[in-house]
Protein backbone atom coordinates (compact mmCIF):
# COMPACT_ATOMS: atom_id res chain seq x y z
CA UNK A 1 0.00 0.00 0.00
CA UNK A 2 1.32 3.30 -1.01
CA UNK A 3 3.04 5.10 1.86
CA UNK A 4 2.90 2.04 4.39
CA UNK A 5 6.23 1.25 5.93
CA UNK A 6 7.83 -2.32 5.45
CA UNK A 7 8.98 -3.24 9.06
CA UNK A 8 12.00 -5.05 7.96
CA UNK A 9 13.26 -2.10 6.03
CA UNK A 10 11.86 1.52 6.98
CA UNK A 11 10.63 2.48 3.70
CA UNK A 12 7.42 1.98 1.88
CA UNK A 13 6.51 -0.65 -0.02
CA UNK A 14 5.71 1.72 -2.83
CA UNK A 15 8.90 2.91 -3.00
CA UNK A 16 10.39 -0.06 -2.82
CA UNK A 17 8.49 -1.32 -5.59
CA UNK A 18 8.70 1.69 -7.87
CA UNK A 19 12.31 1.86 -7.29
CA UNK A 20 13.13 -1.89 -8.51
CA UNK A 21 10.69 -1.49 -10.80
CA UNK A 22 12.25 1.78 -12.61
CA UNK A 23 13.78 1.98 -16.03
CA UNK A 24 14.92 6.18 -15.40
CA UNK A 25 15.87 7.60 -12.00
CA UNK A 26 17.59 10.57 -11.29
CA UNK A 27 19.40 11.76 -7.84
CA UNK A 28 19.79 15.56 -7.02
CA UNK A 29 22.74 15.70 -4.54
CA UNK A 30 23.63 18.54 -2.30
CA UNK A 31 26.12 19.15 0.71
CA UNK A 32 24.42 16.91 2.86
CA UNK A 33 26.12 13.84 0.94
CA UNK A 34 29.35 15.00 1.36
CA UNK A 35 28.78 15.52 5.54
CA UNK A 36 29.80 12.33 6.71
CA UNK A 37 32.91 12.11 4.83
CA UNK A 38 33.53 15.80 6.33
CA UNK A 39 33.14 17.97 4.27
CA UNK A 40 31.06 20.94 5.50
CA UNK A 41 28.02 22.01 4.78
CA UNK A 42 26.94 25.35 3.25
CA UNK A 43 23.69 26.23 5.39
CA UNK A 44 22.44 24.87 8.65
CA UNK A 45 24.48 25.57 11.91
CA UNK A 46 28.29 24.54 11.06
CA UNK A 47 27.34 25.76 7.36
CA UNK A 48 30.42 27.85 5.75
CA UNK A 49 27.97 30.48 4.82
CA UNK A 50 27.47 31.15 8.58
CA UNK A 51 30.61 31.88 8.76
CA UNK A 52 32.01 33.67 5.97
CA UNK A 53 30.61 35.74 3.19
CA UNK A 54 30.05 33.99 -0.19
CA UNK A 55 29.93 37.63 -1.69
CA UNK A 56 33.41 38.45 -0.61
CA UNK A 57 34.37 34.87 -1.61
CA UNK A 58 32.23 34.04 -4.18
CA UNK A 59 31.63 36.07 -7.11
CA UNK A 60 33.64 37.46 -10.10
CA UNK A 61 33.24 40.84 -8.17
CA UNK A 62 34.78 38.93 -5.06
CA UNK A 63 38.07 37.38 -7.37
CA UNK A 64 38.14 40.93 -9.44
CA UNK A 65 38.35 42.85 -5.48
CA UNK A 66 40.70 40.55 -3.96
CA UNK A 67 41.53 37.51 -6.28
CA UNK A 68 44.03 36.30 -3.55
CA UNK A 69 41.70 36.45 -0.87
CA UNK A 70 39.39 34.43 -3.01
CA UNK A 71 42.23 31.58 -4.00
CA UNK A 72 43.09 31.46 -0.26
CA UNK A 73 39.80 30.27 0.36
CA UNK A 74 39.74 27.83 -2.54
CA UNK A 75 42.97 26.47 -1.56
CA UNK A 76 41.81 25.95 1.73
CA UNK A 77 38.40 23.96 0.34
CA UNK A 78 40.62 22.59 -2.55
CA UNK A 79 43.08 20.78 0.47
CA UNK A 80 40.36 19.60 2.85
CA UNK A 81 38.08 18.46 -0.31
CA UNK A 82 42.04 16.62 -1.38
CA UNK A 83 41.81 15.02 2.15
CA UNK A 84 38.48 12.97 2.73
CA UNK A 85 37.31 10.23 1.46
CA UNK A 86 33.49 9.26 -0.34
CA UNK A 87 31.39 7.64 1.77
CA UNK A 88 28.65 5.20 2.27
CA UNK A 89 25.88 7.66 0.60
CA UNK A 90 28.73 7.75 -2.32
CA UNK A 91 29.16 4.28 -3.08
CA UNK A 92 25.30 3.23 -2.56
CA UNK A 93 24.17 5.88 -5.44
CA UNK A 94 27.10 3.70 -7.69
CA UNK A 95 25.41 0.47 -6.60
CA UNK A 96 22.03 2.10 -7.77
CA UNK A 97 24.04 3.23 -11.22
CA UNK A 98 24.70 -0.49 -11.27
CA UNK A 99 21.04 -1.26 -10.77
CA UNK A 100 18.92 0.90 -12.73
CA UNK A 101 18.79 0.55 -16.47
CA UNK A 102 18.91 4.36 -16.90
CA UNK A 103 20.60 6.35 -13.47
CA UNK A 104 21.75 9.71 -13.90
CA UNK A 105 23.19 12.28 -10.94
CA UNK A 106 23.00 15.77 -10.63
CA UNK A 107 25.18 17.06 -8.28
CA UNK A 108 26.21 20.89 -7.30
CA UNK A 109 28.84 19.38 -5.64
CA UNK A 110 32.14 20.64 -6.69
CA UNK A 111 34.23 18.01 -4.67
CA UNK A 112 34.75 15.17 -7.20
CA UNK A 113 33.46 12.60 -4.47
CA UNK A 114 30.83 11.08 -6.33
CA UNK A 115 33.37 10.46 -9.19
CA UNK A 116 36.33 9.27 -6.81
CA UNK A 117 33.15 6.55 -5.67
CA UNK A 118 32.91 5.29 -9.14
CA UNK A 119 29.42 7.43 -10.30
CA UNK A 120 29.61 7.29 -14.28
CA UNK A 121 26.89 9.39 -15.04
CA UNK A 122 27.15 12.59 -13.53
CA UNK A 123 25.96 16.42 -14.10
CA UNK A 124 28.08 18.72 -12.20
CA UNK A 125 25.82 21.61 -12.04
CA UNK A 126 28.20 24.00 -10.20
CA UNK A 127 31.70 22.97 -11.67
CA UNK A 128 34.27 21.36 -10.26
CA UNK A 129 36.66 22.91 -7.58
CA UNK A 130 39.73 20.58 -8.64
CA UNK A 131 39.74 22.19 -11.55
CA UNK A 132 40.60 25.58 -13.07
CA UNK A 133 39.90 27.56 -15.91
CA UNK A 134 40.99 31.22 -17.32
CA UNK A 135 38.35 33.88 -16.28
CA UNK A 136 38.85 35.89 -19.40
CA UNK A 137 39.26 33.03 -22.50
CA UNK A 138 37.34 30.25 -19.95
CA UNK A 139 40.36 27.45 -21.12
CA UNK A 140 41.19 24.56 -18.92
CA UNK A 141 44.20 25.41 -16.90
CA UNK A 142 46.15 22.63 -16.38
CA UNK A 143 49.41 24.54 -14.44
CA UNK A 144 49.52 24.38 -10.24
CA UNK A 145 47.88 27.16 -8.23
CA UNK A 146 50.66 28.78 -5.65
CA UNK A 147 49.83 29.26 -2.02
CA UNK A 148 52.15 32.49 -1.96
CA UNK A 149 53.39 34.82 -4.47
CA UNK A 150 51.93 35.68 -7.98
CA UNK A 151 49.09 34.22 -9.38
CA UNK A 152 49.21 32.12 -12.26
CA UNK A 153 48.16 33.71 -15.88
CA UNK A 154 46.18 31.98 -19.06
CA UNK A 155 49.19 30.60 -21.33
CA UNK A 156 46.85 31.78 -24.22
CA UNK A 157 45.15 35.08 -23.32
CA UNK A 158 47.28 36.30 -20.09
CA UNK A 159 43.81 36.39 -18.24
CA UNK A 160 43.83 35.53 -14.57
CA UNK A 161 43.31 31.58 -13.75
CA UNK A 162 40.22 31.27 -11.51
CA UNK A 163 38.64 27.41 -10.05
CA UNK A 164 35.94 25.86 -12.09
CA UNK A 165 33.34 26.30 -10.48
CA UNK A 166 29.97 28.51 -10.57
CA UNK A 167 29.87 31.56 -8.55
CA UNK A 168 27.17 33.45 -7.21
CA UNK A 169 25.58 35.22 -10.31
CA UNK A 170 27.07 33.16 -12.76
CA UNK A 171 24.95 30.76 -15.16
CA UNK A 172 25.59 27.22 -15.22
CA UNK A 173 27.27 25.24 -17.71
CA UNK A 174 24.40 25.28 -20.33
CA UNK A 175 25.10 21.71 -21.61
CA UNK A 176 24.98 20.51 -17.47
CA UNK A 177 21.69 22.38 -17.08
CA UNK A 178 19.84 21.32 -20.33
CA UNK A 179 21.15 17.53 -19.52
CA UNK A 180 19.59 18.14 -16.13
CA UNK A 181 16.40 19.27 -17.10
CA UNK A 182 15.74 17.15 -19.77
CA UNK A 183 16.54 14.05 -17.23
CA UNK A 184 14.77 15.03 -14.45
CA UNK A 185 11.96 15.89 -16.95
CA UNK A 186 11.95 11.73 -18.06
CA UNK A 187 12.15 10.22 -14.42
CA UNK A 188 10.36 8.20 -13.20
CA UNK A 189 11.67 8.34 -9.86
CA UNK A 190 13.55 11.71 -8.37
CA UNK A 191 15.96 11.87 -5.27
CA UNK A 192 16.72 14.98 -3.94
CA UNK A 193 19.34 13.66 -1.54
CA UNK A 194 20.98 16.07 1.26
CA UNK A 195 20.36 19.79 -0.04
CA UNK A 196 18.47 22.42 0.83
CA UNK A 197 17.02 22.87 -2.26
CA UNK A 198 16.54 26.63 -2.17
CA UNK A 199 19.83 27.58 -5.09
CA UNK A 200 18.16 27.84 -8.08
CA UNK A 201 18.14 26.44 -11.37
CA UNK A 202 18.81 23.18 -9.51
CA UNK A 203 16.11 23.56 -6.43
CA UNK A 204 13.38 23.85 -9.82
CA UNK A 205 14.70 20.47 -10.92
CA UNK A 206 12.38 18.19 -8.36
CA UNK A 207 9.44 20.43 -9.52
CA UNK A 208 9.84 19.78 -12.88
CA UNK A 209 10.14 15.99 -12.86
CA UNK A 210 7.18 15.72 -10.29
CA UNK A 211 5.20 17.87 -12.85
CA UNK A 212 6.06 15.37 -15.66
CA UNK A 213 4.61 12.23 -13.25
CA UNK A 214 8.31 11.12 -11.33
CA UNK A 215 7.83 9.85 -7.74
CA UNK A 216 9.73 12.57 -5.59
CA UNK A 217 11.48 11.59 -2.74
CA UNK A 218 13.77 13.36 -0.19
CA UNK A 219 16.42 12.19 1.61
CA UNK A 220 17.62 14.63 4.58
CA UNK A 221 17.55 14.66 8.44
CA UNK A 222 16.23 18.33 8.51
CA UNK A 223 13.14 19.67 6.49
CA UNK A 224 13.50 21.49 3.94
CA UNK A 225 11.19 23.43 1.46
CA UNK A 226 11.05 20.55 -0.73
CA UNK A 227 9.07 18.42 2.45
CA UNK A 228 5.68 18.72 1.60
CA UNK A 229 5.47 18.56 -1.78
CA UNK A 230 7.65 15.24 -2.11
CA UNK A 231 5.75 11.85 -2.07
CA UNK A 232 7.69 10.40 0.56
CA UNK A 233 10.20 11.71 3.27
CA UNK A 234 13.21 9.75 4.79
CA UNK A 235 14.43 12.14 7.49
CA UNK A 236 17.46 10.13 7.50
CA UNK A 237 21.45 10.67 6.84
CA UNK A 238 21.84 9.91 2.97
CA UNK A 239 24.65 7.79 4.61
CA UNK A 240 22.79 5.51 6.39
CA UNK A 241 19.33 5.77 4.21
CA UNK A 242 21.30 4.71 1.19
CA UNK A 243 23.07 1.85 1.99
CA UNK A 244 20.04 0.60 3.76
CA UNK A 245 18.07 1.25 0.21
CA UNK A 246 20.53 -0.66 -2.11
CA UNK A 247 19.56 -3.70 0.59
CA UNK A 248 16.43 -3.49 0.64
CA UNK A 249 16.19 -3.39 -3.16
CA UNK A 250 18.57 -6.50 -3.56
CA UNK A 251 16.42 -8.42 -1.21
CA UNK A 252 13.79 -7.73 -3.43
CA UNK A 253 15.62 -8.45 -6.65
CA UNK A 254 16.71 -11.84 -4.68
CA UNK A 255 13.13 -12.63 -4.34
CA UNK A 256 12.52 -12.03 -8.03
CA UNK A 257 9.92 -9.25 -7.71
P1 LIG B 1 23.16 23.29 1.85
O1 LIG B 1 24.26 23.51 2.81
O2 LIG B 1 22.31 24.44 1.48
O3 LIG B 1 22.20 22.15 2.38
C1 LIG B 1 22.71 20.94 2.85
C2 LIG B 1 21.53 20.04 3.21
O4 LIG B 1 22.04 18.78 3.59
C3 LIG B 1 20.66 20.55 4.36
O5 LIG B 1 19.30 20.51 3.99
C4 LIG B 1 20.95 19.54 5.50
O6 LIG B 1 19.80 19.29 6.30
C5 LIG B 1 21.31 18.31 4.72
N1 LIG B 1 22.19 17.35 5.40
C6 LIG B 1 23.12 17.58 6.37
N2 LIG B 1 23.74 16.44 6.71
C7 LIG B 1 23.19 15.46 5.94
C8 LIG B 1 23.41 14.06 5.81
N3 LIG B 1 24.35 13.42 6.54
N4 LIG B 1 22.66 13.38 4.91
C9 LIG B 1 21.72 14.01 4.17
N5 LIG B 1 21.47 15.33 4.25
C10 LIG B 1 22.20 16.05 5.12
O7 LIG B 1 23.83 22.62 0.54
P2 LIG B 1 23.26 22.55 -0.93
O8 LIG B 1 21.81 22.32 -0.96
O9 LIG B 1 24.15 21.61 -1.66
O10 LIG B 1 26.50 26.66 -4.52
O11 LIG B 1 23.56 24.03 -1.44
C11 LIG B 1 23.34 24.36 -2.76
C12 LIG B 1 24.38 25.33 -3.23
O12 LIG B 1 24.47 26.44 -2.35
C13 LIG B 1 25.79 24.78 -3.25
O13 LIG B 1 26.08 24.00 -4.39
C14 LIG B 1 26.62 26.03 -3.23
C15 LIG B 1 25.88 26.81 -2.17
O14 LIG B 1 26.00 28.18 -2.26
C16 LIG B 1 27.55 27.25 -5.08
O15 LIG B 1 28.63 27.31 -4.55
C17 LIG B 1 27.26 27.81 -6.44
Not at 115 to 120: E, F, I, T, Y
Not at 166 to 188: H, I, M, R
Request: aromatic letters at 6%; one cysteine or more.
Amino acid sequence: MPGQNEPETGFSSRLLERLSNAYSVVALTGAGVSAASGVPTFRGKDGLWNKFDPRELASVEAFMKNPELVWEWYNWRRQLIQKVKPNLAHYALVDLERIVPEFHLITQNVDNLHRLAGSKNVIELHGNILRNRCLACNKPFQGEIPEKGALPRCPHCGGLIRPDVVWFGEVLPVEALEKAQEVAAEAEIFLAIGTSATVEPAASLPYLAKGNGALLVEINPEETPLSSVADEVIREAADQALPRLIMALDRLRAKGM
